[in-house]
């Protein structure tokens, strides 16, 4: 049993609308081994080595369910168990995932197994380890040798795994604040492996690190923690604070205990969590070894009064108490019978306790500072405490060291609510955590006295979010409030275009459009990344990460995602939702790759996109397979997009009140035409968007009008789309590679990324309709990663439009051949009736595109079909034509061409194509096929 692939989904995909994991499983012989014929014994070792399977429900719904499949007459298969092994790891790790599903596929043994995880490297991980358990829970018989680590033992690693789970998760109190975020509707990103995590989107965003936020002044923080200017400024204000002393020796702390007068404390000048205090000082041999302990943690000691009372921890949020805690240090309480060791034990099974902030509860531990505790006291470890006896394990009551808490909200005094008020306010906290002790907090410490230890920048929610004993507050709502007050906003719209062809120069539209209403947009793209225009990141950015740099850049205000099939099949989308998802088309390209081999199974991937749509998904009517996705959706509206005004379904649709766009004959042309509920908009005549040619590129016209649709749907003004369509053209540096024209040669050069049989037939229709005075050439090309049908269909779609045909491939030959790709398209052309002489391998795309222009003359149109899109480009704006080319002699000023360009022809080359292998120059020609008519 092995794993084949792995796939890690961060957001909607085709297995679910949320983070999940899918492992291709080859079970091998297992496959005849399901659980009934593995017998009884398997199936109790596994629920022994993960009880909470018992819970799981299983197809049945309901607890119990899946061991009822472990133990039918027929079984389950193990990759089924798996599944369910993954997400039970993850539950006992401390997260909460549910969703698992596993299904057999076209090959025998071999099961997708899809299971729900919270974080990533937990995720796989767990998919690791419940493999390695299954193996262990085997015959040995049925076992490989490399199945199981080397001392390999089932407590260990689990155990080992949650450790490494734990140290990956959240912390309480950062994890309190996203679910608070989530409450209200506020999306979040975590940006490191730790607690730095962004709410909202772009221009909207605000940043948390565990309970700092991005509005916490720096010097506050700094205040805080410098805990002798911060005595200081209380002490100025009147607040109840210790004297103090700050000492860097060992000698210096005992005469400052003196001056100060016993009994004192001794605690780092800036520590925290409680580390290194030591209380109650009562001699000068006690504040010595308290001086070393707090030494540890920091290169200065504090040296200040004890003060008598009860430890309460009391928060404070944009100047307002919103919780009080009365704090207990960890401690045991004898019977009589156990010893302070086993009492230790006896608590720590308590499951509310863990490691760290693992659990509500932190587990005692019998270290230096409670055997300290204990000999103070005249204790030891193996000490039997009478019953009921109280013993004290450390000196603060912090709960990461093993204290407890108890909510005391409700009864605080008014006082020592505006004391610790006036206290954060003082140090300039948003966020603020006041150390308190009092004998009573329903008294005013004006009455009874009191102090204030220190005031926390970064003040735990635990004790607050989960006390041990009374009312659980919401310490982490106050702070969202704060950082996003009612209706503010936290969310940009979101826009998610896909399709087999137009979704760049679509995406491109849109964020033209909005640049053009006023917003920054940042847009994602096969080009790159772009922000409010500019090109930040260079690449194809179509998936999730492209998706994360624009939501984390803090000046848009819109995103408009290019989403590609290769993004959403290998990590899904990068946000769970969209406010408007638009397909375009669905067209056969890419079949055959990551299991993807129908158009139909295309479809369901595009259908992604309108699926985690909420207010609009915009469809592409005259394409049935986008049509059906319209069943598919929850969005509130749909917007069906025609070039066909008599398009009955759409009809339909807007006599219903429906939204949709349609092209519409007139007088004066073809209108783009808006309906929503029930209004008629005439919104553009298509001559006047300079994209579609006077109208000419249809492609584009039908782009315009999704764009359009898009834009009207995102509640952009129709001054503002009718401005941006006017002003957006198809220049190279408006949309590099889409339907870009170069006219100062003395032939025209029509360029374009097209690399699938839909666009180079969109591209050859127009090439079609262009006045062009003599010939039409073109240079043709196809990915090698397509299936040699798709290849040949590229050329197929070209056939009988061109005088004559160059073939090439690109850069990354993807598997293929080095001519293996010009090779099938020129015999397709061949097939399709183009005469031999009117086609040429010319492998190299440099070189094929420096031919096509040598061949070119004045009155030609040549259409090149690029890969390598700005090296391309400037091969046709630096291209000088020689003597005899073009009608134009060559300027003896000019430096020789590069060797690239090297290459010339003339018409005679072209008579003698079909006789010609290779010529001088090192360019290859198609010779005629061999059996092939």
């Excluded at 045991?332 to 659990?359: A, F, Q, T």
């Excluded at 969310?491 to 909005?514: D, L, S």
């Excluded at 079909?865 to 400037?874: E, I, M, N, P, T």
Aim: proline fraction near 6%.
């Amino acid at each position: 049993m092995r794993i084949l692939d792995r796939s890690v989904f961060v957001g909607p995909s085709l297995y679910a609308h949320f983070p999940v994991i899918r492992l291709a499983l080859d079970l091998g012989p297992l496959e005849q081994w399901p659980t009934s014929r593995l017998g009884p014994e398997f199936v109790d070792a596994l629920l022994e080595a993960l009880p909470g399977l018992a819970d799981h429900g299983c197809s049945y719904r309901e607890p119990g369910g899946f061991v009822r499949r472990l133990r039918e007459d027929e079984g389950t298969w193990l990759g089924h168990v798996l599944e369910h092994a993954a997400i039970e790891l993850q539950n006992v790790a401390g997260e909460d995932v549910t969703f698992g599903r596993t299904r057999g596929t076209e090959h025998p043994g071999v099961y997708t197994v899809v299971y729900e995880y919270e974080q990533r490297e937990e995720g796989i991980a767990a998919g690791k380890l419940a493999l390695t358990l299954l193996h262990s829970l085997l015959p040995p018989e049925l076992r490989e040798a490399d199945d199981l680590p080397e001392g390999w033992e089932w407590e260990s690693a689990r155990d080992t795994f949650i450790r490494y789970a734990q140290r990956r998760a959240l912390g309480p109190s950062t994890a309190a604040l996203v679910r608070a975020a989530v409450e209200r509707g506020i999306p979040w990103l975590r940006m490191n492996e730790q607690s730095l995590v962004q709410l909202g989107h772009g221009k909207y965003q605000q940043r948390i690190q565990a309970t700092i936020t991005g509005r916490t002044p720096y010097i506050a923080v700094e205040l805080a923690g410098d805990k002798e200017e911060t005595n200081k400024i209380l002490s100025a204000l009147g607040l109840p604070v210790p004297k103090q002393r700050l000492v860097r020796t060992s000698s210096g702390a005992v005469r400052a205990a003196q001056r100060i007068g016993y009994p004192v404390v001794t605690k780092p000048y800036n520590g925290n969590h409680g580390r290194g205090i030591s209380i109650q000082l009562t001699s000068d041999d006690e504040v010595r070894a308290g001086f070393e302990a707090a030494l540890e943690h920091s290169r200065a000691v504090i040296v200040e009064t004890f003060l008598t009372g009860y430890d309460h921890r009391l928060l404070v949020v944009n100047g307002e108490l919103v919780a009080a805690t009365l704090r207990t240090p960890g401690h045991v309480v004898g019977d009589g019978r156990h010893s302070i060791c086993e009492l230790i034990e006896i608590v720590n099974e308590d499951p509310r306790r863990g490691v760290g902030h693992e659990k509500v509860l932190t587990r005692l531990e019998l270290d230096r500072e409670a055997r300290m505790m204990l000999e103070r006291g005249g204790l030891a470890a193996d000490s039997v405490p009478g019953d009921g006896q109280v013993v004290h394990l450390r000196a603060t009551a912090n709960l990461s060291t093993g204290g407890t808490a108890t909510d005391v909200t409700d009864i605080i005094h008014p006082d020592n609510r505006e004391m610790a008020v006036r206290a954060v306010r003082a140090i300039g906290l948003d966020v603020g955590g006041v150390d308190f002790l009092s004998s009573n907090i329903a008294e005013s410490y004006k009455a009874i006295g009191g102090g204030i230890c220190e005031i926390n920048a970064a003040p735990g929610f635990r004790m607050h979010v989960a006390p041990s004993e009374g009312t659980s507050r919401d310490a982490a709502g106050p702070v969202i409030d704060m950082l996003f007050p009612p209706a503010t906003p936290s969310r940009v719209p979101i826009a998610a275009v896909t399709g087999t062809n137009g979704k760049t120069t679509t995406a491109r539209m849109v964020a033209h459009i909005a640049k053009m209403s006023g917003f920054t947009p940042g847009l994602t793209t096969t080009d790159g990344v772009y922000i409010d225009g500019h090109l930040t990141v260079k690449g194809d950015m179509t998936g999730p990460v492209a998706t994360g740099m624009v939501l984390t850049d803090p000046h848009i205000d819109i995103a408009v995602l290019e989403t590609a099939r290769g993004g959403l099949l290998r990590a899904g989308m990068g946000v769970p939702e969209v406010n408007v998802g638009a397909v375009l088309n669905v067209q056969a390209d890419h079949l055959g790759l990551k299991g993807i081999d129908t158009v139909e199974q295309l479809a369901k991937v595009k259908q992604i996109v309108v699926e985690v749509a909420r207010d609009c998904a915009v469809l592409n009517a005259d394409d049935p397979k986008v049509l059906k996705m319209s069943a598919y959706t929850d969005a509130e509206n749909i917007c069906y997009v025609t070039m066909n005004p008599a398009h009955p379904l759409v009809r339909e649709h807007v006599r219903a009140g429906g939204r949709a766009c349609a092209l519409e004959e007139g007088v004066n042309g073809q209108m783009i035409t808006m309906y929503d509920n029930g209004s008629h908009i005439p919104l553009l005549w298509t001559h006047l968007i300079p994209a579609t040619l006077e109208g000419r590129a249809t492609f584009n016209v039908q782009n315009a009008m999704f764009a359009a649709s898009i834009a009207f749907s995102l509640d952009i003004k129709l001054d503002a789309i009718r401005q941006g369509l006017r002003t957006f053209d198809t220049t190279f540096y408006q949309a590099p590679g889409r339907m870009n024209i170069f006219d100062e040669h003395p032939f025209k050069v029509l360029f374009d990324y097209g690399h699938n049989a839909h666009a180079v037939q969109a591209m050859t229709r127009l090439a079609g309709q262009l006045d062009v005075s003599r010939r039409r050439i073109v240079v043709l090309a196809g990915p090698g990663d397509r299936r040699d049908e798709d290849l040949a269909a590229i050329a197929q779609a070209a056939a009988g439009h061109f005088d004559h045909y160059i073939c090439r491939r690109d850069d990354n030959l993807r598997g293929r051949d080095g001519d293996e790709v010009p090779r099938i398209m020129a015999r397709a052309l061949y097939a399709a009736g183009v005469p031999k002489e009117a086609v040429s391998t010319i492998p190299d795309e440099q070189e094929a595109i420096i031919a096509g222009l040598r061949m070119a003359r004045e009155g030609d149109l040549l259409v090149i079909f690029a890969d390598q899109l700005v090296r391309s480009w400037k091969q046709i704006v630096h291209f000088e034509p020689q003597a005899g080319e073009a009608g134009k002699k060559p300027d003896p000023s000019r430096p020789a061409p590069p060797a690239a360009q090297a290459a010339s022809f003339d018409e005679s080359d072209f008579e003698q194509i079909g006789d010609v292998v290779r010529d001088e120059r090192g360019i290859r020609f198609a010779p005629e096929p061999e059996g092939d008519d």
